[in-house]
């Protein structure tokens, strides 16, 4: 056996999966291989999410990253979540609607492979007819999550490009509302003329804070706040970190204004990447609201495993 | 003398102008040919805008527009006004502090020419220290618009990409706030997931006033609105004239929320394009607001002319 370090993780070249998890979403690809033992045995992860690929070539990307994976002699599962079930994915997966369990293993999709090898199950997303609302990917860290909480009752948030705020109760999602703040925070970035005035990476923890009040207090402002950060850079010199950081606080202190009802009178779960969560963690915190983390990885694989020991027990 | 029909104005072939005025920003470039009874000649425009220019590069591009309404035996003043005047313009003009008069024709910067038929004026734009604003080309209308209102006191509001709402008191902008809206419409239309749900051009009163109201009533929810609009079209086909609308309405909406000490209390001047003007003045009467329209073109060129005249009696 030889060890190779890859990817912060030892990998076995020579590992053979019991299953396989993926998470597939709209900018990236991320596979696990799962031992007997429900243990992680390898993770590769690609940048060919959804949004680049065409129908046909989902299997192929597929293939290439966890063929090395496969045992000759037997057909491999592999669990999959996220856009790759949406109408532009790989196959459609009709939604489950709210109020519903997070993943109804009597509602997965299976795609139809060339390869015989592998049977490749999606998991649908959840969507909520009024007000509308959709996910695809959450649902199954919060099956995850609610596998290892088994009596939560309270609010999940997912932090992210869209990010969720979700009410649970008796392992249902009750309801939810989707905030675009983390695609906001991209094109502002990338396509207003407040790219002149910002950092890619920087940070400047007062300037976030700063932001969050404001963003909070004066939500009806953020178009004003937002021109502010390249007035101040142009009148009064402001740092580029600083402008980044306060354009991150002014969109994440909007959404928690809109979100109070989700979080003023609970204790928030975060389930998200750790960056993300924990901006979204010292938001809360400056304006009062109590949060913990749980490993976005650990829901992810939480819920692909609990679907898939219903699907080879059922 | 053969009379051409072109941009809506009758253009005379063989036209001189006493002066001509420039409104050159970011994205456009408009010219007009003033005769003796300061009367319009002509008009030319090119999407040839500051943003698009190195600095060698206006000249060439203003005597193409201009040039055959140079009279070869005298100098012809140019007067402009815009981001021209940026630093990435063609000559950077030092901006005037508020509270000032928005032209001072002591303030204004000579373009360096290589053609000796034209002298080329530009107009500063204005500056906010605290909090940081900054404006060009709008403080031409606002004094072309005061020009004309001589003892106006009150608030005038000059919609666009970044919308200015000012107080002006005794002949002076006592200050200002921008919003960038129109750029963030913009941005949200084009380069997120929303794209995919929007109609180009299409129009829905309905939506846009439900819009209004929404945004203004719950600033905080705007992300979560806009998400919205793309799980109403999946969710519920919302139809894509309808979902640019409530775009629009939306976000004006939240400006409307902010801008409210600008006009709970005041009859507000609009001053901008007929369609954005006419969207204002609509949103702020569904709010119980007033407001009446001044001509863009109006106050441009009364500002500019009133700059020309200062100068040659100066």
């Known amino acids: 056996m030889v060890a190779l370090w890859s990817q912060g993780r030892i990998i076995m070249n020579d590992i053979k999966a019991k299953w396989i998890a993926a998470d597939w979403g709209t900018t990236h690809m991320r596979a696990w291989a799962i031992g007997e033992e429900d243990n992680v045995l390898a993770f590769r992860e690609s940048n060919e999410g959804m949004k680049d690929l065409q129908q046909n070539e989902f ?3 597929l293939l290439r990253l966890i063929e090395s994976w496969l045992d000759e002699a037997k057909v491999t599962t592999v669990m999959a979540c996220g856009m790759v079930g949406a109408k532009q994915g790989w196959v459609e997966t009709p939604y489950l609607k709210t109020p519903c369990v997070p993943i109804d293993n009597n509602q997965l999709t299976t795609a139809n492979t060339l390869d015989t090898r592998i049977r490749v199950h999606l998991v649908p997303g959840v969507m909520q007819n009024d007000p509308a609302d959709i996910m695809r ?28 705020w979700v009410n649970i109760n008796e392992g249902q999602i009750s309801n939810f509302k989707t905030f675009m703040t983390g695609e906001l925070f991209g094109v502002i970035s990338n396509h207003t003329l407040i790219r002149h005035s910002t950092s890619i990476k920087g940070w400047n923890q007062n300037s976030f804070e700063e932001g969050v009040h404001e963003g909070f207090n004066n939500p009806g402002l953020i178009a004003s706040n937002l021109f502010s950060l390249r007035a101040e850079s142009i009148v009064n010199n402001l740092d580029r970190d600083q402008a980044r950081s306060s354009l991150s606080g002014l969109l994440l202190g909007v959404e928690l204004n809109g979100a109070q009802s ?13 960056l993300l969560s924990n901006n979204y963690q010292l938001g809360l915190k400056i304006l009062g609201g109590q949060s913990e983390l749980f490993s976005l990885e650990t829901a992810t694989l939480s819920g692909l495993s609990s679907s898939y020991r219903g699907l080879i027990s059922g």
């Open 59 to 61: 299997e192929p990307v």
């Open 137 to 164: 990917g959450e649902e199954t860290q919060i099956a995850g999550f609610i596998n290892i909480k088994h009596d939560f009752k309270g609010v999940v948030c997912l932090p992210g490009t869209h990010a969720k």
């Open 262 to 274: 989700y979080w003023k009178d609970s204790n928030v779960t975060l389930i998200g990447s750790e």
